[in-house]
């Protein structure tokens, strides 16, 4: 640390991102990417897209937001796009929680979050998971406070229906409720539609999952009309350009090609199943994940030397170090050669 950083920022501690080791090729099922390639559509709209760098995107995103609309199902006026969902969600604790509104999410979640609470000095409340590891709706209601929520949850890949999602959103009517999708398109249920019944719910959601765009940095919200020009007065207060040209370009390709994507969840998600009952096969507890990872715990090994076991021979996957899930690994679902060959990897080590 410099002694010139300011001193709101000298106890921030940053966020971990998943592994990126350049060592050896690895079998990455660590940072719940797509293991397959965006579109050739998507891939050609950025290359010619590329050809337009000398000028400024559009900082009204405005097809890429007509798109948005289209597909989901609502106006423009109800949908802002942002630079990774992360953004999206930094503008949310940025315009929705401080002293008087302090956030609150659940003990085991996107680690995201706590850090974004302290960025903005805004005081937070983790509220614990149930012992199998589901989110207790009740725990939520008549809150008085801004609450998130990812559904499916990270990283247990467990949900919420829309009943429960809706007794949070009646019972809070003064606060802002923001529902994390990022993994919704692998057999969660979308809130979006919910957000014509109530002005407090905010929905994010990323096209780095199921859309196979990790590395253009493409997240979005859907809200009500307030909510989204709210999120909009501080994406122009900090940059307008918030989402580059060829980003732009490849959501738009993205979303006219939609079923490319869906049939690629579908595979994720066939393969889920298959890898899940291998896994019980050899006597791991494995939760019901309906997100594109498992998170499962070994019934003999640790979860430490499992991870590190795996890594050794060239299978990365993630392990929290953390109470109650220091166990567990969450195994990202790549293709069927590559689940393959992290079964018989972990086959071997057990
Ligand atoms: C991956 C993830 C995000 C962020 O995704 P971006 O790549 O920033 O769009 C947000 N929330 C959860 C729960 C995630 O797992």
Redesign the pocket.
């Known amino acids: 640390m410099s002694k010139f950083l300011s001193e709101k920022f000298s106890s921030l501690s940053p966020y971990v991102p998943g592994e990126q080791p350049k060592d050896m090729q690895y079998v990455k099922l660590n940072t ?1 990417e797509s293991p397959f390639p965006p579109s050739q559509a998507v891939i050609n709209a950025v290359k010619e897209e590329a050809g337009k760098l000398q000028l400024y995107s559009d900082p009204d995103l405005t097809e890429l937001l007509k798109s948005l609309a289209e597909v989901y199902g609502v106006d423009t006026k109800n949908v802002i796009a942002t630079n ?3 953004e999206v ?1 930094n503008f949310a604790f940025m315009a929705y929680t401080d002293k008087a509104h302090p956030a609150v999410f659940p003990n085991i979640t ?1 680690g ?1 979050y706590s850090v974004f609470a302290k960025l903005h000095n805004s005081p937070f409340i983790e509220i614990p998971l149930k012992e199998d590891f589901s989110i207790d709706y009740k725990d939520y209601l008549g809150l008085n406070k801004t609450i998130f929520i ?1 559904n499916p949850n ?1 990283p247990t890949g467990l949900t919420l229906s829309l009943d429960e999602i809706r007794e949070i959103l009646r019972s809070n009517p003064d606060n802002v409720v923001v529902i ?1 999708e ?2 919704v398109d692998f057999g969660g249920e979308s809130a979006v539609p919910l957000i014509k019944e109530y002005d407090n719910l905010l929905v994010t959601g ?4 199921s859309r196979s765009l ?1 590395g253009a ?1 493409l ?1 979005f919200g859907f809200a009500s009309e307030k909510i989204i020009e709210d999120l909009n007065t501080i994406r122009f207060s900090t940059n307008p350009y918030n989402v580059n040209r060829m980003t732009l370009a490849a959501g738009v390709a993205s979303l006219k090609e939609d079923s490319y994507n869906k049939k690629n969840a579908e595979k994720i998600i066939a393969t889920r199943a298959r890898v899940k009952s291998e896994l019980e096969a050899l006597g791991f507890t494995v939760l019901d994940s309906k997100a594109n990872f498992l998170f499962a715990k070994s019934p003999g090994v640790s979860g430490k030397s499992l991870y590190l076991g795996l890594k050794e021979k060239g299978v990365l996957v993630r392990h929290f170090d953390k109470e109650i899930i220091g166990d567990f690994l969450r195994i990202t679902i790549g293709t069927d050669a590559q689940m393959d060959t992290f079964l018989s990897v972990l086959k071997e080590l057990l």
Do not use: E
């Open positions: 719940n990774g969902s992360d969600l996107y995201f990812a990270a994390d990022a993994y990323t096209f780095s999952k990790a940095r997240g």
